[in-house]
């Protein structure tokens, strides 16, 4: 099971910033927070990730609590193209990691005109 | 920039027929994968594959199932006797190393029909 927990759904107005919750107050030291959407059953798509600070890249923002327990991935001026499951995924980082990702429900975004 | 390519795009079979689905990893990428999702389920794991072998398996992945990488491009999952709820997106993925700092990139997938 996900080791995660994310909202179903939460809407945008477009060009708005759109911030998505994400519960993982299980999390261990060696986890990163990993962000992915699929945008209509295309292939998942890679975001951002974390382990411990505040990350930026291009397509987002994803803001860690400092007791790591819980993120927010931030898109700062979301568009209709957006639009997607945004899926949050701890995932393990030692001996004995296969690089499985194991997929929640994920939180349906939907940005509206 | 590089991604990962997957045919055929969409693949209809007759039930109980093999069926051989392909994958082109990104070219410097060393760990491959295979995820399904059936309609309007969660994306799920297959297996995972790293210097010729298989890392890990899931339930799913049972003696139906095979991965190959027959040459240093393709990446390729057979089903040997397809039955009806083998039917769904079947996702192909590959990363540099093993996650932690190095994300997994996804094709855009194929599409399985079982008829």
């Known amino acids: 099971d996900a080791k995660t927990t994310q909202p179903p759904s939460m809407d945008c107005a477009e060009g708005r910033a759109a911030n998505l919750p994400c519960n993982h107050s299980t999390i261990s030291g060696n986890e990163y927070v990993y962000w992915y959407r699929q945008i209509h059953s295309q292939g998942p798509q890679y975001i951002i990730h974390g382990l411990k600070n505040n990350e930026t890249n291009e397509m987002a923002s994803l803001i860690i609590t400092e007791d790591r327990k819980s993120s927010t991935l931030i898109l700062p001026h979301a568009t209709l193209r957006d639009t997607a499951v945004y899926y949050c995924?701890?995932?393990?980082?030692?001996?004995?990691?296969?690089?499985?990702?194991?997929f929640g429900q994920g939180t349906t975004l939907q940005v509206k005109p | 920039e590089p991604e990962v390519t997957q045919t055929p795009s969409h693949q209809v079979t007759q039930m109980g027929q093999e069926v051989i689905l392909r994958c082109v990893p990104i070219?410097?990428?060393?760990?491959f994968y295979w995820y399904r999702q059936i309609l309007g389920q969660k994306v799920e794991f297959l297996v995972s594959f790293y210097n010729n072998e298989i890392s890990e398996k899931s339930e799913i992945f049972d003696d139906q199932f095979s991965v190959e990488r027959p040459d240093g491009s393709n990446f390729t999952l057979k089903i040997r006797s397809t039955k009806l709820e083998d039917s769904a997106m079947y996702f192909c993925a590959s990363s540099m190393r093993l996650q932690g700092d190095q994300p997994q990139h996804f094709g855009d997938g194929t599409r399985l029909s079982i008829l």
């Open positions: 995924i701890v995932i393990f980082e030692g001996s004995g990691n296969t690089g499985k990702l194991i």
């Open positions: 070219s410097n990428h060393l760990y």
